[in-house]
């Protein structure tokens, strides 16, 4: 196996996995994995993925071995549903030489049905709970695993926009690692120890990208929106605390930056979730209607649940939750989150 | 003397001032400064101001011995140039009783020709720079002062939308006061002592709007505006650090909520200065166009000079400074940013 990071993994061909692809073609070979057939002949016979154009430094392929076997770096960039399965399927060619460093943003469910959890049936614990890189760590052979979080949206970033991100690992040479493949002009990579610091902010923002497009189905301006990510924030990182993450986690690029970007987004499938949910759309209506799921939906079930075990005080996600999932009017949460009765502005340093 | 808060001052007609004035009607009678006898007139003929719709209890005067004599409670709401001459003009109306709640967004300069300091042969330092409540407590005898600080677009206010604010006072008493006049169902108001936190943050964030607005100018997207705001309100905390506030003023509704709310308002001042600025427009061309110059242009170069004096790292704002100032050109401003060596992305906390 390569001992160097000459040739990098893609694992995931969503349009994050492109973008991400793509930066690191600046620097590396990159092999990319997608489940799809026809995706992976596209990409090697036209360095094209239907309106994206790839660098031609990118190879791909649908075989998980030849990733696992041919790069020492792997980034992992797929929905939270499908991330366990995954990592079960890479597993028999992952060794401890691997790093992983992932671009998911979400949380996996273990010893629960996600069926029983819509039906009241059962309630979670931080047990039944894991991050990503947790994930990871069940289910291979890889010590060294790190994640990717920041204002990344994948379009503007395949436009040629520059941005940054921040890598987080409790590895130094993963920072260094990350930083390296991905560092260029276009793309600035800070790093942090903080590994479920970056996991939580990144998971937990699309929560309040979804409250800030029900505020704009609902005709509110910027006021509200800055007000909603000024105490989205607080509770954010509320969560942060009981989980053992770092405050300043939170603060920074993967923080405030991508909560920023993710939430004024008017692109994003959670802002779109959420404006259509306030246009009168029911949940069933969108979720029949959008490809993909919003992952703050999923993620807003999780929180709520977390809430309660931890007995957070978090009135936003919590009426959020009544909303989507219990059919609260959208008038009354907003009235009763504008009387509720906050003692102090910021409590959380 | 009125004892009570049954009739409260605002000093400024402006949008902020007349936004101000319609909150504080819901409880109280209102006695409300213009400068113009004709605004006066209007108002008291007609509860309008333009196209502006205000309530009956509010009284418009153009007489400042009149709001002082009739309102214990006084919120001057003008710009900053203007600030310290209205309150010396106040001064002989004003007692140790009086309380005072300023909403101004910027500095005072003393000791130094501003006409100076634009031509570099002067520089400036802590000892020359006066937040809007240390002037109140030079040119007056009132000592209960604090300030207003939040994502408080005035436009959005008088439209009827839902937003909060902070109140922040080192006297209890201010806060207290200043809830009890403010608050509405549509208003909520936020307590804090750190009164030089919340007045810095007001201030600064105009120079990451007026950033912000450069960024759009260019054609950047959400990504960029995401990582200017996380590392913008970085910068903010440097100042905030060595000016002696706390860092949590930066996290709360009156930074973080504020400085995403004028970040991303297309509307503000600042943010189309800065717009307008990367299209190819002339500072002096801009300048002619607008009635009212956008407080973040001369907080940059104050802030830019107490960055020297405190030898402070805040590449944001030296970088602008050097764009709006010195004719740096903002695609060799914005890649000198892309490359900067940050080590760490939080060290702030």
Request: hydrophobic fraction near 45%; glycine fraction near 8%; charged fraction near 20%.
């Amino acid at each position: 196996m390569s001992q160097n990071q000459d040739r990098v993994g893609v694992v995931g061909s969503g349009s994050f996995g492109m973008a991400i692809a793509n930066l690191l073609a600046h620097n590396s070979d990159v092999v990319l994995f997608s489940r799809r057939q026809e995706v992976v002949d596209e990409i090697n016979a036209t360095h094209r993925n239907k309106d994206t154009s790839l660098s031609p430094r990118i190879r791909a392929t649908n075989n998980l071995q030849d990733v696992c076997a041919n790069c020492q770096l792997i980034f992992p960039v797929i929905p939270s549903t499908a991330f366990r399965a995954t990592m079960a399927a890479m597993s028999p060619w992952l060794t401890p030489q691997h790093i992983i460093i992932h671009g998911t943003k979400g949380f996996d469910l273990v010893h629960v049905n996600e069926a029983d959890l819509q039906d009241h049936k059962v309630s979670i614990t931080r047990r039944n709970v894991r991050t990503m890189s947790e994930v990871v760590l069940e289910e291979t052979l890889v010590l060294r695993v790190g994640c990717l979080s920041g204002p990344n949206l994948a379009s503007e970033i395949l436009s040629g926009q520059p941005t940054a991100t921040l890598v987080a690992s409790r590895f130094k040479e993963v920072i260094q690692v990350g930083q390296k493949v991905l560092n260029s002009p276009q793309f600035h990579v800070f790093g942090s120890y903080d590994l479920i610091g970056a996991e939580l902010a990144g998971a937990l923002k699309n929560i309040i990208a979804l409250a800030s497009g029900m505020l704009e189905g609902l005709g509110m301006g910027r006021n509200m929106q800055g007000l909603l990510i000024a105490r989205g924030l607080a509770e954010m990182v509320y969560f942060g605390k009981e989980m053992g993450a770092e405050s300043k986690a939170f603060v920074g690029v993967a923080g405030i930056g991508d909560l920023v970007t993710t939430a004024t987004s008017v692109n994003s499938r959670n802002h779109t979730f959420g404006r259509r949910l306030a246009k009168g759309e029911t949940v069933e209506q969108i979720r029949a209607a959008m490809p993909e799921l919003a992952e703050g939906v999923r993620t807003l079930k999780i929180a709520n649940e977390l809430a309660r075990h931890y007995r957070l005080h978090v009135p936003i996600i919590q009426t959020l939750y009544r909303v989507v999932y219990e059919g609260l009017d959208m008038s009354r949460a907003l009235k009763f989150l504008m009387s509720y009765p906050y003692d102090v502005d910021v409590d959380f340093l």
